[in-house]
């Protein structure tokens, strides 16, 4: 069962109310869906509550890990690498890749990659102590964190990012193609 043991997740949502309520739509994206990232993630995506993984959802996502750490270990600022990576290496467990915001302590809401399975988030990308080696792997629970997504199909972000990479972020590098996201929604 999903649940909100802190209010981190109201402060994401607040500020991605502000944002669309806000900030006026520049005349270049007049009739487009939505008009900027805040307003796509928060119209077309949803929150992403911590929840415990089952026994078999760990067990899945541990054996996608170590999969995609035999090839190349975790990186800090790697997150939409390390997400798609996941997603690719995951299409069995049903690993599905989500972009939005995340809001932890101490930090803005800021874009960011991860991937859920049935829906409980699984972020490969996490810092909580400056000292740390190697990046926090969440696997469904979290606290002082809120995760707000859109869950974007397996081919399109395959296709995005050319299949072997360069995995990057999906919302804000899609400019070459004129942001279909944004002009068309996500389908």
């Given at each position: 069962m999903a649940t909100r043991p802190d209010n981190t997740a109201q402060v994401l949502e607040a500020y991605l109310r502000d944002a669309v309520?806000?900030?006026?739509?520049l005349l270049s994206t007049a009739g487009w869906k939505f008009h900027f990232f805040?307003?796509?993630?928060?119209?077309a995506g949803r929150p992403y509550?911590?929840?415990e993984l089952t026994d078999a959802e760990r067990a899945a996502v541990m054996q996608t890990i170590s999969m995609a750490q035999t090839l190349d270990p975790f990186e800090f600022k790697h997150c939409y690498y390390n997400a798609q990576r996941l997603m690719s290496l995951g299409r069995e467990a049903g690993l599905v890749y989500v972009e939005g915001y995340v809001l932890g302590t101490g930090l803005p809401p800021f874009l960011h990659g991860w991937v859920t399975i049935n829906g409980k988030v699984i972020d490969p990308t996490v810092v909580v102590r400056i000292d740390q080696q190697e990046p926090f792997v969440v696997m469904g629970t979290f606290s002082n964190r809120?995760?707000?997504?859109v869950a974007l199909d397996r081919k399109y972000v395959m296709d995005r990012s050319g299949g072997d990479g360069p995995f990057v972020g999906i919302l804000d590098t899609?400019?070459?193609r004129g942001f279909p996201l944004l002009r068309k929604g996500v389908t």
């Open positions: 309520a806000t900030r006026p739509p805040e307003e796509l993630v928060l119209r509550y911590s929840a809120a995760y707000w997504g899609d400019w070459q």
